[in-house]
């Protein structure tokens, strides 16, 4: 299934602040709401906060992860929506900034898969933890639930660095108590043929396999908040 549109009623605001956001870029705890799916037949809105590696950077849209992933819970049987919501150079500062605009048309996920691009500056790990935290901290304020997936820092920045920033998503996933894919590119980062020429965007093979590394992952988080196989209900973790 292609998905050629952008995300929410608001699509066009979100396209101006995305393309702002990039010019300036270069389980579940009681806390989260879960509730059965209501009856009103929609399908399950997972929305990706991420970056070029959920984007598809010079893939076809229909390469790119979100709409691999939503393909891949269909041909399973799950009722999902899964819209275009990556923001090439996007950082977890960037991704914080434009939550609230995410949040706005109330998705029923948040998958979080943020900080490669921290890590290739060289950000401090401390402020990348900060912004994670955030995300989290108002994704269960909202009562939204969240996959978060983990990233690790480029291994020429030292063991120090590497070390503190390696450690942050396991130790929010523990925090928020959320559904946790430890390395979203685990089998494709460092593949000379699951990558682009660059050497860091994966290409539409490359794709498929951190769909299928993190679906049992998102599975989990689904089965949840009562979205099942053959279920074609919204499910309730709504921001208010």
Not at 29 to 38: C, G, I, V, W
Not at 39 to 52: F, N, Q, Y
Not at 57 to 76: G, I, S, V
Not at 161 to 183: G, N, R, T
């Amino acid at each position: 299934m292609q998905n050629s549109r952008r995300y929410g009623p608001t699509r066009r605001s979100f396209n101006g602040l995305a393309l702002l956001t990039a010019a300036f870029a270069l389980l579940a705890p009681p806390a989260f709401a879960q509730a059965a799916p209501s009856a009103s037949g929609d399908p399950v809105t997972i929305v990706t906060l991420g970056d070029s590696l959920t984007a598809g950077y010079k893939l076809p849209r229909e390469a790119a992860f979100t709409n691999q992933l939503e393909e891949a819970l269909t041909a399973k049987g799950y009722a999902v929506d899964v819209p275009d919501t990556g923001v090439s150079g996007e950082t977890t500062a960037g991704g914080l900034a434009r939550l609230d605009w995410l949040l706005a048309d109330k998705p029923d996920l948040v998958i979080v898969a943020l900080g490669s691009n921290d890590g290739l500056r060289g950000v401090d790990p401390a402020a990348t933890r900060e912004n994670l935290d955030r995300i989290l901290g108002k994704l269960q304020e909202k009562g939204v639930p969240a996959v978060l997936a983990g990233m690790m820092a480029p291994r020429n920045l030292g063991r120090q660095y590497q070390e503190a920033f390696d450690s942050i998503y396991p130790e929010l996933a523990q925090k928020y108590s959320v559904p946790f894919y430890p390395f979203f590119l685990e089998g494709v980062a460092m593949v000379p043929e699951l990558n682009q020429e660059d050497g860091m965007h994966p290409t539409a093979e490359g794709v498929t396999r951190i769909t299928e590394g993190i679906l049992p992952t998102v599975e989990q988080a689904l089965n949840s908040i009562g979205a099942t196989p053959g279920t074609s209900a919204s499910a309730p973790g709504r921001a208010g």
